[in-house]
């Protein structure tokens, strides 16, 4: 009966119909929401003193979907519908709203009414808002930024008609103010990201705020899905994934490799995971890695931050070769990759994300040397004065690889490098990184056939999970001789990889030529 209460009055699933909405903001679909939340001890759902709280509510799909267990979990002990009803709104269900419309949205998913105190509210409050709660939160502006959460004054500092995303929880030093109240479990999916007034489309990530605030409550149970490229850090992430890799309070993590998975119709580079937080735990995380299509390809119990890593690995079968590689200690493939802005070009104007474009021509001229451009509205050749190139004044006259700064998704069943081989004399923008330098045009053709093998590929996904690709990502692939061409085959007896490794190594690689293109 306590379920009939629900399914009744949603079907089909409105909200389910809004997750697959494109929209800003991410919607979690009813299916991910229960996921959630049978990571959680069940026998909170018969507790009536169990107390929840999601702290951004979008559609109130959680707290809807807890309501329904719980609407059965305590009918033993309140046998009386409306009665137990109207403990559940009134003393068990607390949400934040991030904006005035998910405020309405929320109440009305949960409450069956956009207003809990009017004739239509499947329980009665004396206000509008119940316990899903509003407040307009101003922005702390400083040189520009906000200093609670990074957003751009320029974005966001707006009429009072207008939303400022200024989210509550995460706009306060004391989030224990908002309710004053303990909460055994939190559980939500936070915004992700704000825009931070840089070039393009720059944003800077904001959900790992909404999980330190919520750890400052100290509740039972934290339950969280947000992007997994946190595993790998990103700007403003260096700190939290330390403190996340190292906790050892996370007991269970489900890692999705396609954010479609859970979020249809929606691209998150680098995927979604969702994990639970235990106050009382401390061991090895039970981590399920799930590929495109949503099924577990791996299923372990380990730490999240192995022995003399600093990121998250996402299956253990990567462990496993990981482990192999580093016995023969060898140099990486890092050491002969140049960190961003090879040659000194990415130069902006003062107090501005704006590029000065170096002045080149795309007419060759006597001592000139050849300028790879990448992004300004068109790709080419062109040619520039040595005296302009402000470093690696040595690799200019030597053969080279350029490989751009960002290429692919993240996702390493589908990404290919898209690097090519430079002759002497040429420089190029900030755009490209410079692998080398080498000695011959053989040895630079070697090590371009290196990094298009399945082998390069997958040491590579240790670390890259978005289109992001500087120096860094190269850190766990081994440097090799380049007298000779590299094969798989060899490689993999390089390394001695079982058949079982080779096997996942060739299911997670597509297969590729010396153009980087599919066979």
Not at 270 to 295: K, P, Q
Not at 410 to 434: H, K, M, Q, R, W
Request: hydrophobic share 35%; glycine share 6%.
């Amino acid at each position: 009966m306590s379920n009939d209460f629900y399914s009744g009055i949603y079907n089909p699933d409105v909200l389910s119909c809004l997750a697959n909405l494109s929209n800003d903001e991410v919607f979690t679909p009813p299916e991910v929401a229960n996921s959630m939340l049978d990571m959680l001890p069940q026998e909170l759902f018969s507790d009536p003193n169990t107390k929840f709280l999601d702290p951004a509510c979008k559609s109130g799909v959680f707290l809807r979907e807890i309501a329904k267990r719980l609407l059965t979990g305590l009918e033993p002990i309140l046998p009386d519908l409306q009665q137990r009803i109207d403990h559940i709104f009134h003393h068990q269900l607390y949400g934040i709203a991030i904006t005035e419309l998910t405020s309405l949205l929320s109440r009305r998913g949960v409450y069956c009414s956009k207003y809990p105190n009017s004739v239509y509210s499947v329980s009665r409050f004396d206000d509008a808002e119940g316990n899903i709660r509003y407040k307009r939160i101003p922005h702390r502006w400083k040189n520009g930024k906000c200093v609670f959460c990074g957003a751009a004054q320029s974005q966001y500092d707006r009429d009072e008609m207008l939303e400022t995303h200024a989210y509550e929880l995460i706009h306060t030093t004391k989030p224990e103010d908002i309710f004053k109240m303990k909460f055994d479990v939190i559980i939500s999916n936070p915004p992700y990201q704000l825009s931070d007034g840089g070039h393009g489309a720059s944003a800077m990530p904001i959900y790992q705020k909404f999980v330190t605030q919520a750890q400052k409550l100290s509740p039972r149970f934290i339950n969280f899905i947000i992007p997994s490229r946190w595993t790998k850090g990103g700007r403003g992430l260096d700190d939290f994934r330390a403190s996340m890799l190292n906790d050892r309070r996370i007991c269970v993590l489900h890692d999705y490799y396609d954010a479609s998975d859970c979020f249809p119709g929606v691209e998150i580079k680098g995927g979604v995971c969702y994990f639970l937080w235990d106050r009382e735990y401390a061991g090895d995380c039970h981590i399920y890695t799930h590929n495109s299509g949503n099924t577990v390809v791996t299923e372990s119990v380990r730490p999240l931050l192995e022995e003399g890593m600093t990121t998250y690995i996402r299956s253990v079968e990567q462990i496993s070769i990981l482990q192999k590689v580093c016995k023969l200690q060898e140099p990486a493939f890092s050491d002969i990759v140049t960190a961003n802005d090879p040659y000194g070009f990415d130069v902006r104007e003062e107090g501005s994300y704006k590029r000065i474009k170096p002045v080149f021509s795309t007419a060759e001229f006597p001592d000139a040397v050849k300028f790879y451009y990448n992004g300004w509205r068109k790709n080419g050749v062109g040619y520039i004065k040595r005296s302009t190139i402000q470093k690696n004044a040595a690799m200019i006259d030597k053969y080279k690889i350029f490989v751009p700064k960002a290429w692919g998704t993240g996702d390493p069943s589908t990404d290919i490098v898209n690097a090519f081989i430079v002759e002497p004399n040429s420089a190029s923008t900030e755009t490209y990184l410079t692998v080398g330098p080498f000695n011959s045009l053989d040895e630079a053709e070697n090590a371009l056939a290196y990094m298009h093998t399945k082998f390069f590929h997958f040491m590579v996904s240790m670390i890259k999970i978005t289109q992001n690709a500087m120096k860094n990502i190269y850190t766990k692939v081994p440097l090799q001789s380049f007298a000779k061409i590299w094969t798989d085959t060899e490689l993999y007896e390089k390394y001695g990889l079982s058949k079982k490794e080779i096997d996942f190594i060739e299911s997670m690689i597509r297969p590729m030529d010396l153009t980087g293109g599919e066979d």
